[in-house]
């Protein structure tokens, strides 16, 4: 059948990610994530909890705006300041599930809760 061709995904580009059959990314499915990085057949990319190494089989593209990619990267730093392991059950799961909405902005309310949880986890910043 020969190579399929999976495309290639820019840096900055908001990807969901489909876990499909790969145990490594179980947990993942579903979840945004930015490309930071291009290889051959595979993305590092940037999530709610970390960096990962993708296949290109196991990304699906937003086709975000270049305008809407930024707030997604925005909202990337702002959950990974608070993200670690150490978090409460309740918190992680707050955090994964804002690490899958499939839009590139927060409703009001998950505003709020997350401006709740970098003002009682958030590491300090400077801008």
């Given at each position: 059948?020969?190579?399929?061709?999976?495309?290639?995904?820019?840096?900055?580009?908001?990807?969901?990610?489909?876990?499909?059959?790969?145990?490594?990314?179980?947990?993942?499915?579903?979840?945004?994530?930015?490309?930071?990085?291009?290889?051959?057949?595979?993305?590092?990319?940037?999530?709610?909890?970390?960096?990962?190494?993708?296949?290109?089989?196991?990304?699906?593209?937003?086709?975000?705006?270049?305008?809407?990619?930024?707030?997604?990267?925005?909202?990337?730093?702002?959950?990974?300041?608070?993200?670690?392991?150490?978090?409460?059950?309740?918190?992680?799961?707050?955090?994964?599930?804002?690490?899958?909405?499939?839009?590139?902005?927060l409703t009001a309310v998950e505003e709020k809760l997350l401006n709740v949880l970098e003002s009682e986890y958030g590491?300090?910043?400077?801008?």
């Amino acid at each position: 059948m020969g190579a399929t061709n999976y495309g290639t995904h820019p840096i900055g580009e908001v990807c969901q990610i489909l876990a499909k059959d790969n145990p490594e990314l179980r947990g993942k499915g579903g979840c945004w994530a930015i490309a930071s990085a291009v290889n051959d057949f595979s993305c590092t990319v940037k999530m709610w909890d970390g960096e990962y190494a993708v296949g290109l089989q196991h990304m699906k593209s937003f086709n975000y705006l270049p305008a809407e990619c930024e707030q997604m990267r925005v909202i990337c730093d702002r959950i990974s300041r608070v993200y670690s392991d150490s978090l409460e059950e309740t918190v992680k799961n707050l955090l994964q599930s804002l690490g899958k909405v499939n839009r590139a902005y927060l409703t009001a309310v998950e505003e709020k809760l997350l401006n709740v949880l970098e003002s009682e986890y958030g590491r300090e910043i400077t801008p």
